[in-house]
């Protein structure tokens, strides 16, 4: 066999077999380096690794982290939820339409959709289960509207993408998730409000109605955190690795004297937490750089490359296809495995074909997004879930009508990329292309 036969074969095996991500992508790098290379040149793991995150835009993550779980546990997602329900009032499916854009503003705040699902189903859940809509619904409804998250800025999946990317600017990708977000986010709403309607659930007469004066007045330091990043992005006066250095000092601000609900010791216990998570996905980052060197030495993804390239000549036919297997991607890795495994195979496609690799990052994020609550393994869901108390397969039904509806938004952005690439060339971003 080939060596790039012996490395695809192994991350596979490895992935079957159980070992993490991290490791599958390490130890298939080093065995393709000793299939097609000199013995001696293993010694460059130590370097790849390195060179993987020795990078300044990935100093972002871990402040982003850090700031989605300030703004998580500072009370902000309950004080929304009641400027959103004073904002709707009773009515059947009013409490539907507050998660979908709580999780929408919350997503503004920590761009990761696990923390933004956790944080609103908290809430969320006891309230939409007492008002007569089922479990089940309720966790999956919450867990497709936390996925937004990783369209919504800040993201993530998209700081990511622009390191993986050569030439993309953050502050484009940034610019160009905002409407494809709040497209997905409404899209949601349709059926939740149909379904909520028909069922009958949540009858007006026994729903609350906070009022809408103090319940914006305690909203309002929860909706100025978007404001404060994007606003500063746009303005020139911090940078997106800067933006995350004022986020989560105004979530610090927010928890400690406004919210009161952060103490020293909460804090100190919530940067450990970001450490732990940001551990993780710094360790993939870094193992994922071996494979990646060993892929592009050997020769492996542009093989590949030229395989999807010769597969067809129509560009349409093959971005369908490379949407669908990233979303089946997207069902079983988390968002970072996605962009570091497939982006070294899809540059040259998509360079090829002259996609704009903006637009092409907002729909590859959609994907993701998709899978992220389309079992088996979903990630916003298998969250949801626990704290709903729920199983997963009594979801997969409620999971089949979102994806169905956050699959047409993502096939409206495919067909009209200026959906996407509008808002950034108004504001002067470069998108390429």
């Known amino acids: 066999m080939s060596p790039d036969l012996w490395m695809l074969l192994a991350f596979v ?7 993490p991500v991290a490791f599958s992508l390490a130890l298939s790098g080093a ?45 902000v997602a309950s004080r929304l939820v009641q400027f959103a329900q004073a904002v709707i009032g009773p009515r059947h499916g009013g409490l539907a339409l507050v998660a979908v854009l709580v999780c929408m503003v919350m997503g503004g705040m920590s761009g990761s959709g696990p923390a933004d699902a956790a944080a609103v189903a908290m809430v969320m859940l006891p309230s939409m289960t007492k008002a007569g809509y089922p479990r089940p619904f309720s966790a999956t409804l919450i867990a497709a509207s936390a ?10 999946a998209l700081i990511l993408y622009s390191i993986v990317v050569p030439g993309v600017d953050l502050r484009a990708l940034f610019a160009a998730g905002l409407f494809p977000g709040l497209l997905a986010g ?11 309607r028909r069922y009958r659930w949540e009858a007006p007469e026994i729903v609350d109605r906070p009022p809408l004066g103090q319940s914006f007045k305690l909203a309002l330091p929860a909706l100025f955190a978007p404001v404060l990043i994007l606003g500063g992005l746009r303005s020139g006066l911090f940078t997106p690795t800067e933006a995350a250095v004022a986020a989560v000092t105004y979530g610090i601000l927010i928890g400690v004297f406004v919210t009161r609900e952060l103490d020293l010791r909460e804090l100190w216990h919530l940067i450990g937490e970001a450490a732990v998570i940001t551990g993780v996905v710094m360790m993939i980052i870094a193992l994922a750089g071996i494979f990646a060197w060993a892929g592009t030495t050997l020769g ?24 669908l297997g990233v979303l089946a991607a997207g069902m079983l890795l988390d968002a970072i495995s996605i962009y570091l495994i497939m982006m070294p195979i899809l540059i040259p496609v998509m360079q090829h074909f002259g996609w704009n ?19 088996p393994v979903a990630v916003n869901l298998m969250v949801t879930t626990e704290i709903a108390r729920v199983r997963l397969e009594q979801t997969v039904g409620w999971a089949l009508v979102f994806v169905v509806a956050m699959g047409a938004a993502l096939a409206m952005v495919a067909v009209f990329p200026e959906i996407a690439l509008w808002l950034p060339r108004v504001l002067g971003y470069n998108v390429g292309g």
């Open 13 to 19: 095996g490895l992935l079957i077999a159980g070992v």
């Open 186 to 196: 409404l899209a949601l709403l349709a059926p939740s409000f149909w379904l909520s």
């Open 147 to 156: 996925s937004t998250a990783i369209l919504i800025p800040p993201s993530v």
């Open 300 to 323: 492996t993804f542009r093989s590949l490359a030229e395989w999807i390239i010769a597969l067809s000549d129509n560009g349409t036919l093959l971005l369908v296809l490379i949407m």
């Open 31 to 75: 065995i393709g380096i000793l299939a097609g290379l000199p013995p001696h040149m293993l010694a460059t793991l130590g370097t790849n690794t390195y060179n993987s995150v020795a990078k300044y835009p990935l100093i972002a993550i871990p402040l982003f982290i850090l700031t989605g779980l300030v703004f998580e546990r500072a009370g």
């Open 357 to 375: 690799p903006v637009w092409f990052g907002i729909l590859m994020a959609m994907n993701i997004a998709i899978g992220q609550f389309t079992p």
